[in-house]
């Protein structure tokens, strides 16, 4: 199992800048695809950026050029530079770890409890 613990939210203004950590515990953080959700007041979770195990981070269109994710498996932890924050950008985000099963090859996901950005004009 993987235990995920998001931090880094607050409170910003609108321009400036926060980076998120997710530390991860357990076993086999780097088989792991990582990802950062985020669920805007009133709306549903969605896909903010993704990094594989192998290969390159993809972006939602909405924060390319302006949010950056890495990964340090030597630490488990996963990164989210977040630039130029505009309100729209407020939201719970949410950590993810997405995985394999070696043995039923079913796939599963790992949650983080989220940790809150408002950004504020």
């Known amino acids: 199992q993987v235990q995920l613990v998001e931090s880094g939210g607050g409170l910003v203004q609108a321009g400036g800048s926060l980076r998120l950590s997710c530390a991860a515990s357990?076993?086999?953080?780097?088989?792991?695809?990582m990802g950062w959700y985020r669920r805007p007041p009133g709306k549903q979770r969605e896909l903010v950026a993704t990094?594989?195990?192998?290969?390159?981070?993809n972006y939602a269109d909405s924060v390319k050029g302006r949010f950056t994710m890495s990964r340090d498996n030597a630490k488990n932890t996963v990164y989210l530079q977040m630039n130029s924050l505009k309100p729209e950008d407020t939201a719970v985000y949410y950590c993810?770890?997405?995985?394999?099963?070696?043995?039923?090859?079913?796939?599963?996901?790992?949650w983080g409890q989220g940790t809150q950005v408002t950004v504020w004009v």
């Open positions: 993810n770890a997405h995985g394999v099963s070696s043995q039923t090859l079913e796939t599963y996901d790992y």
């Open positions: 357990g076993s086999g953080f780097s088989r792991h695809d």
């Open positions: 990094i594989p195990r192998v290969g390159t981070t």
